[in-house]
């Protein structure tokens, strides 16, 4: 009985660990974005969440050039815009996505 628990244990364990490095977003749908997006969350420490969402955003305004483009625009402001972070992240994973925000001009901070 130990071994067993000592199996699923380790299981659980390294299927959150490797969720990181494995699960590759599929951005072909809003609602595909948006699954694997909440499956990834769920499955991080509270400070790697926080990191990952602000990357999110970073990649959501990555590619405007001005406030004009923003400011009327409900999807922009008010809510995380599924369709355009799926077309920016589909096939990447979890340090794909930290890559491109790092690499992207829109910069995001925790205030």
């Known amino acids: 009985m130990k071994n067993l628990l000592v199996v699923v244990t380790i299981c659980i364990l ?3 660990s490797s969720t990181k490095k494995d699960f590759v ?4 749908t809003i609602e595909s974005t948006q699954q694997g997006i909440t499956n990834v969350s769920k499955r991080l420490k509270p400070i790697e969440k926080i990191e990952f969402m602000m990357a999110l955003l970073a990649i959501q305004f990555s590619g405007v050039g001005s406030d004009s483009e923003i400011v009327g625009d409900p999807t922009m402001t008010n809510e995380m815009n599924y369709f355009i972070i799926g077309k920016k992240i589909d096939g990447l994973n979890y340090y ?5 925000a790092k690499s992207s001009p829109t910069k995001v901070s925790a205030l």
Do not use: E, Y
């Not at 977003?25 to 072909?28: A, C, K, R």
């Not at 794909?96 to 491109?100: E, F, N």
């Open 14 to 16: 390294s299927a959150c």
């Open 96 to 100: 794909g996505v930290l890559d491109l």
């Open 25 to 28: 977003f599929d951005g072909s």
